[in-house]
């Protein structure tokens, strides 16, 4: 879409010629690039061990594992990867998705997913141990945050996959005319879901690498910036990747970015941290290239720590840090004051959180208070005590 934006603005056939700039999330843009650094990936967080390494490393004939090209042994659709020989035997564990047990969220490596009644059952042993009538005195503390996660961070288990389909289909009406869907299929109270399997599993992959497509970008601003009066100037594109999803991994789009500013001839900058709460939010590695002496070309490559794939959803401030300096086009990522015409903007990323003294609405959206909250928060910690006392 990108590249036939540029080209209508280029031939002047645009309605809007203003265009600035593109983000892209955990990009698919390399299937070989992406399957062999997920390789690589899944070594180095733990999931093969050493000798298994070192076994696949002599079956693929590789002196250098961060060099080996494990795709060319594989036989490979969008739904899966077959081996081929005893290279792919050792290696398609590592790259194929069909080998994670369903419990693993592939999209975020660490988000943990229990089943629903796991920690509830844990909490009714409790109650029987200390005779606690069910009166709600003693709250589950897990249920005021998210009772499937181990995440304590308020995360949504599985990104919610249940509750968007309900929000979808339980409102039906409302929603779909909110996002302007055609009367006719409102009217025939179709099922919507995230993902339609009929379609999934009978794609056929056209496009396994869109080098060519970024090369066309490029190509395109270097003509329209050749124009006499370029209605674009300093464009920019920006790639992120939570780094803990395992479906689109950053380090295969940090090559495949990497191999194509190289081949472009596009200056790197230093790769650096960038921040949120003055705790460490990501890695920036910038790069540029000079088009006409006032206009550049500027790529940032970002990383978002302790996400997976879906950004927004795993880390909302940094993401929305990391949105808002693309827009302002401050180049620096841990910066919190606009710029130019954003000069009366600031971005607010200190802490809320609720006041634990006055009544408040928690997480599970149920108003609190402090003679509410304080007898269960000690009531909690008099059981805890009691159980371990009693276990030994």
Same mark, same amino acid.
């Given at each position: 879409?990108?590249?036939?934006?540029?080209?209508?603005?280029?031939?002047?056939?645009?309605?809007?010629?203003?265009?600035?700039?593109?983000?892209?999330?955990?990009?698919?843009?390399?299937?070989?690039?992406?399957?062999?650094?997920?390789?690589?990936?899944?070594?180095?967080?733990?999931?093969?061990?050493?000798?298994?390494?070192?076994?696949?490393?002599?079956?693929?004939?590789?002196?250098? /594992?961060?060099?080996?090209?494990?795709?060319?042994?594989?036989?490979?659709?969008?739904?899966?990867?077959?081996?081929?020989?005893?290279?792919?035997?050792?290696?398609?564990?590592?790259?194929?998705?069909?080998?994670?047990?369903?419990?693993?969220?592939?999209?975020?490596?660490?988000?943990?997913?229990?089943?629903?009644?796991?920690?509830?059952?844990?909490?009714?042993?409790?109650?029987?141990?200390?005779?606690?009538?069910?009166?709600?005195? /003693?709250?589950?503390?897990?249920?005021?945050?998210?009772?499937?996660?181990?995440?304590?961070?308020?995360?949504?288990?599985?990104?919610?996959?249940?509750?968007?389909?309900?929000?979808?289909?339980?409102?039906?009406?409302?929603?779909? @005319?909110?996002?302007?869907?055609?009367?006719?299929?409102?009217?025939?109270?179709?099922?919507?879901?995230?993902?339609?399997?009929?379609?999934?599993?009978?794609?056929?992959?056209?496009?396994?690498?869109?080098?060519?497509?970024?090369?066309?970008?490029?190509?395109?601003?270097?003509?329209?910036?050749?124009?006499?009066? %370029?209605?674009?100037? +300093?464009?920019?594109?920006?790639?992120?990747?939570?780094?803990?999803?395992?479906?689109?991994?950053?380090?295969?789009?940090?090559?495949?970015?990497?191999?194509?500013?190289?081949?472009?001839?596009?200056?790197?900058?230093?790769?650096?941290?960038?921040?949120?709460?003055?705790?460490?939010?990501?890695?920036?590695? %910038?790069?540029?290239?000079?088009?006409?002496?006032?206009? /550049?070309?500027?790529?940032?490559?970002?990383?978002?720590?302790?996400?997976?794939?879906?950004?927004?959803?795993?880390?909302?401030?940094?993401?929305? @840090?990391?949105?808002?300096?693309?827009?302002?086009?401050?180049?620096?990522?841990? +910066?919190?004051?606009?710029?130019?015409?954003?000069?009366?903007? +600031?971005?607010?990323?200190?802490?809320?959180?609720?006041?634990?003294?006055?009544?408040?609405?928690?997480?599970?959206?149920?108003?609190?208070?402090?003679?509410?909250?304080?007898?269960?928060?000690?009531?909690?910690?008099?059981?805890?005590?009691?159980?371990?006392?009693?276990?030994?």
């Amino acid at each position: 879409m990108t590249r036939n934006i540029l080209w209508s603005i280029r031939d002047q056939k645009f309605s809007n010629p203003y265009f600035q700039g593109i983000a892209i999330g955990n990009g698919y843009m390399n299937i070989a690039t992406l399957a062999n650094s997920l390789a690589l990936w899944n070594y180095y967080h733990g999931n093969i061990g050493v000798r298994q390494w070192n076994r696949a490393k002599d079956a693929c004939g590789c002196s250098d /594992m961060d060099k080996c090209n494990f795709f060319s042994h594989l036989h490979y659709n969008v739904t899966d990867n077959y081996p081929t020989d005893e290279c792919s035997n050792l290696t398609t564990p590592l790259v194929g998705l069909s080998n994670v047990p369903t419990n693993i969220d592939v999209y975020n490596w660490y988000q943990d997913c229990y089943l629903v009644n796991y920690l509830t059952g844990a909490q009714n042993l409790v109650r029987k141990v200390l005779n606690v009538a069910s009166d709600n005195r /003693m709250t589950q503390t897990a249920d005021l945050l998210n009772y499937d996660s181990t995440d304590n961070q308020n995360g949504y288990t599985c990104y919610n996959d249940a509750a968007l389909a309900n929000y979808f289909n339980k409102s039906h009406a409302d929603v779909m @005319k909110a996002f302007h869907i055609d009367q006719a299929w409102i009217d025939s109270k179709a099922f919507w879901q995230d993902c339609n399997n009929d379609l999934y599993f009978s794609y056929i992959v056209n496009y396994t690498d869109t080098t060519p497509v970024f090369f066309d970008i490029i190509s395109t601003l270097q003509n329209i910036s050749a124009q006499q009066n %370029p209605t674009i100037k +300093n464009f920019r594109i920006l790639i992120y990747n939570g780094d803990v999803d395992t479906v689109c991994n950053f380090l295969g789009d940090a090559v495949l970015m990497d191999q194509i500013a190289n081949q472009k001839g596009f200056d790197a900058g230093e790769r650096i941290r960038w921040w949120f709460r003055n705790q460490i939010a990501g890695y920036h590695q %910038p790069y540029s290239l000079k088009l006409q002496s006032n206009n /550049m070309l500027n790529l940032d490559v970002l990383t978002v720590k302790g996400s997976g794939h879906f950004v927004p959803n795993d880390r909302p401030g940094p993401s929305m @840090k990391m949105i808002t300096n693309f827009l302002w086009n401050t180049g620096n990522y841990s +910066n919190i004051k606009g710029t130019g015409n954003y000069s009366n903007l +600031n971005i607010d990323e200190r802490p809320q959180p609720n006041d634990l003294t006055s009544a408040t609405t928690g997480p599970t959206g149920n108003a609190g208070s402090t003679t509410e909250t304080i007898p269960k928060m000690i009531t909690l910690v008099i059981a805890v005590f009691y159980f371990a006392v009693f276990k030994h």
